[in-house]
């Protein structure tokens, strides 16, 4: 690509760069913004490309692995799996989303964050050492944000008129991730793109590649984390404080549980995973009784149903009051 566009840009945004010191990738990323010849557009189609192609080509997997029996034996609502049906209304939902507030959001992300100092179309790209600390930093902040954010989501207003959108599957899916109320979207998606942008305001040290590394880990995350799917070689299973599907897929179930998004820490110190822990060494202890498959099934699905039951009281309650809030407000 990048031998086939001889280009004036060369002469102002690539002024003085030794091409001949870049690697292949950093190539690439030089030759697309002169191929476009203009940074805003390049960096803010990029931006929408990257999110859609990672966002749908990593929801995909999952859609094969549900239509799939053989894999229902790690799926932790197995009676739960979505239909046809379910996944294009899903799909709607998300792409509509994507277009009303993502698109926008995302093409105007480059203007602010170049006048805050981040660099875009220049080269080299940062080094590992240099993006892992922040891409670890982005994590933390967008962990906590999201853990506030969600818990305001569950206050009686922001749920009814908002967050029950995303409620709508007490067995969630993959591509779920970003199903969701437009507002929320906005909410949410606050936490992952602020924490950049304020690394940036105060270091004036973060390449658009850092924070690119950064939106697709966090989509994985998402998508992950809604599969509904637990298995052996999980990454919360390698790293203990990792949430992972095990730990969001309760908070579909009870309502109450489990705010945090990628990791447990908040929840666990704040307590918002009390009913988790006791679901937990419920299961635990009915491992150590040494039922047999089907009998470990069936009580299983017993405990799902029961904190399922629960779950759904507890969201009734939320709307209720936000009914009488409504009316006395009148």
Same mark, same amino acid.
């Given at each position: 690509?990048?031998?086939?566009?001889?280009?004036?840009?060369?002469?102002?945004?690539?002024?003085?760069?030794?091409?001949?010191?870049?690697?292949?990738?950093?190539?690439?990323? %030089?030759?697309?913004?002169? @191929?476009?010849?203009? =940074?805003?557009?390049?960096?803010? !189609?990029?931006?929408?490309?990257?999110?859609?192609?990672?966002?749908?080509?990593?929801?995909?997997?999952?859609?094969?692995?549900?239509?799939? =029996?053989?894999?229902?034996? @790690?799926?932790?609502?197995?009676?739960?799996?979505?239909?046809?049906?379910? &996944?294009?209304?899903?799909?709607?939902?998300?792409?509509?989303?994507?277009?009303?507030?993502? !698109?926008?959001?995302?093409? !105007?992300?480059?203007?602010?964050?170049?006048?805050?100092?981040?660099?875009?179309? &220049?080269?080299?790209?940062?080094?590992? $050492?240099?993006?892992?600390?922040?891409?670890?930093?982005?994590?933390?902040?967008?962990?906590?944000?999201?853990?506030?954010?969600?818990?305001?989501?569950?206050? =009686? /207003?922001? *749920?009814?008129?908002?967050?029950?959108?995303?409620?709508?599957?007490?067995?969630?899916?993959?591509? %779920?991730?970003?199903?969701?109320? =437009?507002?929320?979207?906005?909410?949410?998606?606050?936490?992952?793109?602020?924490?950049?942008?304020? #690394?940036? *305001?105060?270091?004036?040290?973060?390449?658009?590649?850092?924070?690119?590394?950064?939106?697709?880990?966090?989509?994985?995350?998402?998508?992950?984390?809604?599969?509904? *799917?637990?298995?052996? #070689?999980?990454? &919360?299973?390698?790293?203990?404080?990792?949430?992972?599907?095990?730990?969001?897929?309760?908070?579909?179930?009870?309502?109450?549980?489990?705010?945090?998004?990628?990791?447990?820490?908040?929840?666990?110190?704040?307590?918002?995973?009390?009913? *988790?822990?006791?679901? $937990?060494?419920?299961?635990?202890?009915?491992?150590?009784?040494?039922?047999?498959?089907?009998?470990?099934?069936?009580?299983?699905?017993? /405990?799902?149903?029961?904190?399922?039951?629960?779950?759904?009281?507890?969201?009734?309650?939320?709307?209720?009051? %936000?009914? $009488? &809030?409504?009316?006395?407000?009148?």
């Amino acid at each position: 690509m990048f031998n086939s566009t001889a280009s004036a840009a060369l002469t102002t945004l690539y002024d003085g760069t030794d091409f001949s010191q870049l690697t292949w990738a950093e190539k690439q990323w %030089a030759a697309w913004y002169i @191929w476009i010849d203009n =940074p805003v557009i390049a960096t803010g !189609l990029a931006s929408f490309l990257l999110h859609e192609i990672v966002y749908f080509g990593r929801s995909i997997p999952w859609i094969i692995i549900d239509s799939m =029996p053989y894999f229902r034996k @790690w799926k932790l609502q197995p009676t739960k799996v979505p239909t046809a049906a379910e &996944q294009w209304e899903c799909t709607k939902q998300v792409l509509f989303s994507h277009f009303t507030i993502e !698109l926008p959001a995302i093409w !105007l992300f480059h203007p602010v964050a170049e006048a805050i100092g981040m660099t875009t179309y &220049q080269v080299p790209l940062p080094a590992l $050492k240099t993006m892992i600390p922040q891409i670890f930093l982005f994590f933390v902040f967008e962990d906590f944000f999201h853990f506030v954010a969600h818990q305001a989501l569950h206050t =009686p /207003l922001l *749920y009814k008129h908002i967050h029950k959108l995303h409620h709508k599957y007490s067995a969630p899916f993959g591509l %779920a991730a970003e199903y969701a109320h =437009p507002a929320e979207v906005f909410i949410l998606g606050a936490g992952t793109i602020c924490g950049p942008l304020l #690394w940036c *305001y105060f270091t004036q040290n973060l390449h658009i590649f850092t924070v690119y590394v950064w939106i697709v880990l966090r989509l994985f995350q998402a998508i992950d984390a809604h599969s509904g *799917y637990d298995f052996p #070689w999980s990454l &919360q299973h390698i790293i203990p404080f990792w949430s992972g599907a095990d730990h969001h897929d309760f908070h579909h179930m009870a309502f109450t549980n489990n705010f945090s998004t990628s990791f447990r820490w908040w929840d666990h110190i704040f307590g918002t995973d009390d009913k *988790y822990t006791a679901y $937990k060494k419920k299961t635990a202890a009915m491992k150590a009784k040494g039922f047999t498959k089907e009998q470990w099934a069936a009580m299983e699905q017993e /405990l799902l149903d029961e904190v399922e039951k629960e779950g759904a009281i507890a969201e009734q309650a939320v709307v209720d009051k %936000a009914d $009488k &809030q409504k009316v006395k407000a009148a």
